[in-house]
């Protein structure tokens, strides 16, 4: 019940494209649900989040899409670039937790 | 606004050799965060603490592993005696409040152990 499950593992994508990432998690407490992006050599850096009485959140280039009901949320970069070539990491937390994804590496190809 | 600071940034050990981890927290944020994060996975949680107490340490090999929290502030990861799969980066964050906060996260440290 603790558990995010994310998909896929990988992924690459044209310059341009559109990139998604998608996450599920089972415990109905969650409260908050941020996305982490890490490059190489640094430490995870918080990108965008949203708390469940939204169902999406946009900032630039970045959607975090929230369907509450299925208990799915997911990662939309909109015309994605070569810099955003990072691993993903989507997390679900309540109160003290902070739940993990497995992450997706995520290539833009030129 | 200062970011999280960790030290030392690379570090080359011997297997049964001992090593400590520092980690400065970002000035006010209560909760702090050990991960260990092996290469091309996520950071796994090692020990979490709220203010100088302890609320998640279920991950961490206590036969191995200690950290402290001092006086709520600095904190400390030691491993003794240290094997070849400790080989990782460990990562120390900090957040205002819990895991439902942003999370801020030093630059890791390197650990080989050889």
């Known amino acids: 019940q603790q558990q995010v499950k994310q998909s896929p593992q990988s992924l690459i994508v044209q310059k341009g494209g559109i990139s998604i990432i998608n996450c599920a998690y089972e415990n109905t407490a969650f409260d908050y649900f941020p996305w982490y992006q890490q490059f190489p050599g640094k430490g995870p850096a918080l990108l965008i989040a949203?708390?469940?009485d939204v169902s999406e959140k946009k900032e630039g280039r970045f959607t975090i899409s929230f369907n509450k009901s299925a208990k799915q949320f997911s990662l939309h970069i909109m015309d994605s670039q070569p810099g955003d070539s990072a691993t993903y990491f989507c997390?679900?937390?309540?109160?003290?937790?902070?739940?993990w994804g497995a992450g997706t590496k995520l290539i833009i190809k030129p | 606004e200062a970011g999280v600071a960790q030290s030392p940034r690379y570090k080359i050990i011997e297997k049964r050799q001992s090593v400590a981890f520092w980690c400065n927290p970002i000035?006010?944020?209560?909760?702090l965060y050990w991960y260990q994060q092996i290469l091309g996975q996520g950071p796994k949680l090692l020990i979490q603490?709220?203010?100088?107490?302890?609320?998640?340490d279920s991950q961490l090999p206590k036969d191995r592993f200690s950290a402290e929290r001092l006086k709520g502030v600095d904190s400390t990861l030691k491993i003794q005696p240290a094997k070849l799969e400790d080989s990782a980066v460990y990562l120390c964050a900090s957040s205002p409040q819990g895991g439902n906060t942003e999370a801020f996260f030093g630059q890791g440290t390197r650990l080989t152990v050889v």
């Open positions: 997390a679900a937390a309540r109160w003290y937790q902070l739940i």
């Open positions: 603490f709220q203010n100088n107490g302890v609320v998640d």
């Open positions: 949203i708390r469940p």
């Open positions: 000035s006010g944020h209560a909760t």
